[in-house]
Nanobody
Framework: QLVESGGGLVQPGGSLRLSCAASGSIFRLYHMGWYRQAPGKQRELVARVRSGGNRDYADSVKGRFTISRDNVKNTVTLQMNSLKPEDTAVYYC?????????WGQGTQVTVSS
């Protein structure tokens, strides 16, 4: 089970921090990621941190977003800085192990003045 928190409304240039808490005893084996889906668009990868610690970012968020994981607390966070209106979307936490994907319920992020 994945439970997200931290979404909300923020002005352009502001910051938000998303958190995802995962249940399960093998969290350290999961590849963890954040995806987003804006209205009328496909869901896209925002950032991912693999079980070994390697990180990937979408080009559109590089230098602004940072993903991190805590294998003791079973959490993954997404620090989002310098937010832009085009970052507005529902953000989903994802856990992948083998061929299985798990998804959170999503949290709305709205960037608007």
């Amino acid at each position: 089970q994945l439970v997200e928190s931290g979404g909300g409304l923020v002005q352009p240039g502001g910051s938000l921090r998303l958190s995802c808490a995962a249940s399960g005893s093998i969290f350290r084996l999961y590849h963890m990621g954040w995806y987003r889906q804006a209205p009328g668009k496909q869901r896209e990868l925002v950032a991912r941190v693999r079980s070994g610690g390697n990180r990937d970012y979408a080009d559109s968020v590089k230098g602004r977003f940072t993903i991190s994981r805590d294998n003791v607390k079973n959490t993954v966070t997404l620090q989002m800085n310098s937010l832009k209106p085009e970052d507005t979307a529902v953000y989903y936490c994802n856990a992948q192990v083998g061929a299985v994907d798990y998804w959170g319920q999503g949290t709305q992020v709205t960037v608007s003045s």
